[in-house]
């Protein structure tokens, strides 16, 4: 009951704290908005830690965070392994893939009206299968290596990224569209100068989404085949033996590989759209 009663005091003065900096003088500095989210985190993990050893949680049932990390710590070179084989080779493969094609057919389904009509509701229709059934016929089609997780995740990302961009490429204005042609632009000059320049909010739109729709399809693409490495396999062989904390410690490795993932995209976008209202503080 004391580990209990400790988790509460630290959750009351993380809450405090939090609403301290959120509220204060300084709550608009790049130091509070970095420190909010720590500390969130910090007290999150001092929380879970006390509430499962005061109410001797089993290890089947949920893990203490220190339980975690030394698992974590301990088998490094599988984790290593089992990332190179899932985020490096299936994941990443299929995003390029997926996410390249995407572009170069949203630009001819830009340019020809009869693709856009024909392609998009087959898109939204293939968009819409569950990737449990999808994944077991891809992984029978393309063997048991990282190359079937890679199709999966091609498949994933593709027609997100297509609607994405095909909505960007006609965000400019018709007024905008009209100047182009007063000054003689062909159709390729309006689309590099003008249509896809604007189109580069939804592009990075459809590349964030890809991100962590890449990362679960290749994870899960490995529970229906997969050779004896990588995450998806390490989760389900582990979780067949009660085996939690190396559960976890492979969800620690997809949420930080996810973040990082993430926030390269988002630095690309404020880089290449610094010009967009949505980029500016």
Known sequence: MIWVIAALLIWGLGWVLNAWLARGPMAGSRAVQLAVPLIFGVTLLAVWELVVRGLNVPLVILPAPSVIAA??????PILWQDFAQTILKGALSGYVIGCGAAFLVAVLVDRWDFLRRGLLPVGNFVAALPIVGTAPILVMWFGFDWQSKAAVVVVMVFFPMLVNTVAGLREATAMQRDLMQTY????????VKLRLPAAMPFVFNGLKISTTLALIGAIVAEFFGSPTVGMGFRISTSVGQLALDMVWAEIVVAAIAGSVFYGI????????TFWHPSQRR
């Open 71 to 76: 698992r974590f710590a301990d088998t490094l």
């Open 184 to 191: 003689g632009a062909s159709y390729w000059q309006a689309l």
């Open 265 to 272: 995209v988002a630095l690309a976008e404020r880089t290449v």
